[in-house]
């Protein structure tokens, strides 16, 4: 039979006679005692032992109990550790003063070995059901983010749709998302969206778009067609309020046509073999709101090794600095300029780079991709 | 107080209770020679402080009427009044050597 280990409890109290008191009952109770006399040996044995909860005196030698917790509440090892003061002192500002520290309770001296007991138990059993709930809402989020990952497609996964991606959620549930698919022999379709919100809700709609593309991205339709058709149904399987920006290029390399279908999103940038990048700016409505809904569409003639880029609003905005994509994507030009020479796997990270690597905080998820003709 | 009774307030085994007696004494006996040396310099708060951790201690050991004791040696120190100390002292001394005789022949 499997025995689980026992909590460890960390006493640091410079009277002797309550660590006694406290060790023999508390250890006859199963529990493992650890005992320090001065504050500041406490502090080091919480670190190094890491206890399941700390029973603190405050006036003590050396370091006071409410230095040893600043310290611990400032460390993320030690942080979540419930620590419960004992005290002579039985003043209301003193225990408020614990409590704004981060204390879950405390204990007034003289005490009862029972009250230490029940209080040890008590906040044991709370601690135990925040760790499990914060372990599995963290369990949840990354198998989410894990199944989310698996949905996107890499270079190697595609060798001949020519393309490199930068991809990077912000948070474990990410509101972009790209996909890049084969419609037949010489065409390829190239898809990127970005979701409002970050809520897990949001990424299980993700699965659902990838769904869509594979049944309405066809040589049947024209992208534009596909396009209106993932709006129908999106509006009916978004949650209210919910709402997606995308763009969709469509590249035939046997005819060397591409097609762009803007829903709102960001300008695409080309950067053309021979001449200067441009934004094609086709402005269109939003994704999975209006049933009427008109998208921007443009289509181009192009020539081998041109290349195209498309990217999240992340890359382009701030709202720290107050920059929105209008103008944050015309100052991606030069920047996209600079990438010439970049082999297409490197180019979409040597922008994002390039562009974080100023003085900007990244503030939202961030996808670039790079596909070359 | 004999052991077995200190023993069931503690909810602990008498051999271990008896430990707890043994440290309850020995740092008693510290405290009441802290107040002793607070007393011959007239330093107050020293001994005060000396007999508010007699007090605590005892109360947590259920040795009421030694915390009493230690309490009203604490509110002497506080009120600075060194006149009855002394006597409080001898008080304290035969109930600790009485706990110690109760606890010893419990054993």
């Given at each position: 039979m499997q025995t689980r280990t026992p909590y460890k409890i960390l006493v640091v109290d410079d009277n002797l006679l309550n660590l006694k008191l406290i060790e023999k009952s508390l250890s006859k109770e199963g529990y493992t005692i650890i005992t320090e006399t001065d504050g500041t040996r406490g502090r080091h044995a919480a670190f190094r032992e890491?206890?399941?909860?700390i029973l603190l005196?405050?006036?003590?030698?050396?370091?006071t109990g409410f230095e040893v917790i600043t310290h611990l509440k400032n460390n993320a090892d030690t942080s979540t550790i419930p620590v419960i003061f004992l005290t002579g002192v039985s003043e209301v500002t003193s225990k408020l003063k614990g409590f704004e520290l981060g204390a879950v309770d405390y204990i007034t001296k003289p005490f009862h070995s029972l009250e230490v007991l029940a209080r040890v138990r008590l906040h044991l059993k709370l601690s135990i059901a925040t760790n499990s709930l914060i372990e599995d809402q963290a369990r949840r989020l990354r198998q989410v983010a894990e199944a989310q990952t698996s949905m996107l497609p890499l270079p190697e996964d595609l060798p001949g749709a020519s393309f490199g991606v930068y991809y990077k959620a912000l948070?474990?549930?990410?509101g972009d998302f790209y996909d890049i698919f084969r419609i037949s022999d010489n065409i390829f379709g190239y898809f990127l969206a970005d979701f409002s919100g970050h809520d897990i809700k949001t990424s299980y709609m993700t699965a659902s778009l990838k769904a869509l593309l594979a049944q309405n991205c066809?040589?049947?339709?024209s992208p534009e067609e596909s396009m209106k058709m993932l709006n129908d149904v999106l509006i009916r399987i978004l949650p209210g309020g919910k709402f997606l920006t995308a763009c969709y290029i469509h590249l035939n390399r046997g005819t060397r046509q591409l097609t762009v279908v803007n829903a709102g999103h960001p300008p695409i940038v080309y950067l053309p073999r021979a001449g200067d990048p441009y934004l094609i700016k086709t402005e269109g409505d939003i994704l999975g709101?209006?049933?009427d809904a008109r998208f921007g569409k443009q289509t181009i003639e192009v020539r081998e090794t041109d290349r195209f880029f498309m990217y999240s609003d992340g890359l382009v905005e701030s709202a720290e600095n107050k920059v929105t994509w209008p103008r944050g994507a015309e100052d991606l030009l030069p920047v996209i300029e600079k990438t010439r020479s970049a082999n297409l796997e490197n180019a979409p990270g040597c922008i994002v780079e390039s562009i974080f690597n100023t003085n900007t905080a990244v503030e939202d998820d961030v996808t670039v991709i790079c596909v070359e003709v | 107080m004999d052991i077995k009774t200190i023993a069931a307030y503690l909810q602990l085994e008498e051999e271990e209770a008896g430990e707890l007696v043994e440290l309850f004494i020995s740092t008693t006996l510290s405290d009441m020679n802290k107040i002793r040396d607070a007393v011959r310099f007239n330093d107050f708060e020293n001994a005060a402080g000396a007999a508010h951790s007699i007090k605590g201690a005892a109360s947590s050991m259920g040795l009421d009427r030694i915390s009493s004791l230690a309490g009203q040696a604490e509110t002497l120190a506080k009120e600075e009044d060194f006149d009855q100390m002394e006597e409080m002292l001898g008080r304290l001394k035969r109930e600790i050597a009485s706990l110690s005789r109760r606890t010893e022949a419990g054993n």
């Open positions: 890491r206890p399941d909860l005196d405050i006036q003590m030698p050396g370091e948070e474990e549930a990410g066809t040589p049947v339709y709101t209006f049933k | -």
